[in-house]
């Protein structure tokens, strides 16, 4: 469990299924949950399919949305990573669709996330 000022702000639970590694976020997406995301992607087996679960988060600050929707365009070209839950959609992470190179890649989320409004 992360803490925010003293307050639980979410549940990162890492688990390994039938398919791989897994992480499972329950709560308030915070920078921190952002971050440890990140982390734990960074230095999971290349080779391993990994599985991020977000069906039981919420998103109440945008810049940790913003950095999580930049970091893993990045790394969602390949095989390797599939994010799950109903925002899936709302926050356009969608594996196995990226076939540009990578800096264009970069440009293209930046542009995307500076689309992304979560007032709606």
């Known amino acids: 469990m992360l ?4 307050e639980p702000s979410a ?3 890492v688990k390994d299924g039938d398919t791989g590694p ?3 976020v329950h709560g308030p997406l915070s920078m921190p949950v952002a971050e440890l ?5 960074e230095h999971e087996d290349p080779q391993a399919d990994l ?3 977000l069906s039981q988060t919420t998103f109440p600050d945008a810049r940790a949305v913003r950095y999580l929707i930049g970091e ?3 790394r ?3 095989p390797r990573i599939r994010v ?3 925002c899936v959609r709302l926050l356009r992470l969608h594996p196995r669709v990226q076939l540009v190179p990578a800096t264009q890649t970069a440009r293209r989320d930046r542009a995307r996330i500076a689309d992304v409004s979560l007032d709606a």
Not at 3 to 6: Q, S, T, V
Not at 37 to 41: H, S
């Open 37 to 41: 995301l990140i982390e734990i992607v």
């Open 51 to 53: 599985t991020i679960d």
């Open 84 to 86: 799950q839950g109903s």
């Open 22 to 24: 897994g992480l499972d």
């Open 3 to 6: 803490f925010d000022n003293d």
């Open 11 to 13: 549940y990162v639970l």
């Open 76 to 78: 969602l070209g390949g």
């Open 72 to 74: 893993l365009g990045c």
